[in-house]
C-alpha cells in the first residue's frame, strides 16, 4: 500500500493528475474492470472517471496492478487520449491483457463484454495453474 500511496503523491507533487491501472494476463474479476482504465486523482480532468478508494491498486493481497501516471499531453500526442477517455468511463467493456488493450488505445476496439472479459482471463489464470502444478 505504501508504494501506492508514493505514486499518488509523486504523480501530484508533479501536477500529473492522470494515473491508469497496469494490464495483465489473468487477472482476477476483481481488477479485470479496471485495467487499462485512465482515472483522475482529483476528479479535476474533465472527462476521466475519478481514482475512487475501491479503484486504487492493489485492490487485493498479491495484486500485481500498478498505477502509473500518465501525462495528457503524452496522450494525445500519441493520438489515445479519446479512446482512453471512452474506455475509462465504460462501465461495460473490460480488456483481458495487452493484446486487447493495444487494440482499445488504438481505437479499433472498445473491449470485451465485462462478463466474457472476466471469463477469459480466469480460464486464462487457470490454465496457468495448471501449467504450474
Ligand atoms: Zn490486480
Same mark, same amino acid.
Given at each position: ?36 482504465? /485512465? %482515472? ?6 474533465? #472527462?476521466?472517471? @475519478?481514482?475512487? !478508494? ?43 491483457? /495487452? %493484446? ?6 488504438? #481505437?479499433?476496439? @472498445?473491449?470485451? !463484454? ?20
Amino acid at each position: 500500500m505504501a508504494s501506492a500511496e508514493a505514486t499518488l503523491r509523486t504523480a501530484m507533487d508533479t501536477g500529473m493528475d492522470l494515473v491508469q491501472i497496469s494490464v495483465h494476463a489473468g487477472a482476477c474479476a476483481m481488477c479485470v474492470p479496471v485495467q487499462g482504465q /485512465v %482515472y483522475s486523482i482529483s476528479g479535476q480532468t474533465p #472527462g476521466f472517471p @475519478v481514482l475512487t !478508494p475501491e479503484v486504487r491498486t492493489p485492490l487485493h493481497p498479491w495484486c500485481g496492478h500498478r498505477m502509473l501516471p500518465v501525462s495528457p499531453e503524452i496522450l494525445r500526442a500519441e493520438g489515445t487520449y479519446e479512446a482512453l477517455q471512452k474506455f475509462s468511463v465504460d462501465p461495460d467493456h473490460a480488456v483481458t491483457d /495487452v %493484446y486487447d488493450y493495444e487494440r482499445v488505445e488504438r #481505437g479499433t476496439f @472498445v473491449g470485451r !463484454p465485462k462478463a466474457e472479459a472476466i471469463k477469459v482471463s480466469e480460464q486464462f489464470a487457470e490454465s496457468r495453474r495448471k501449467k504450474a502444478a
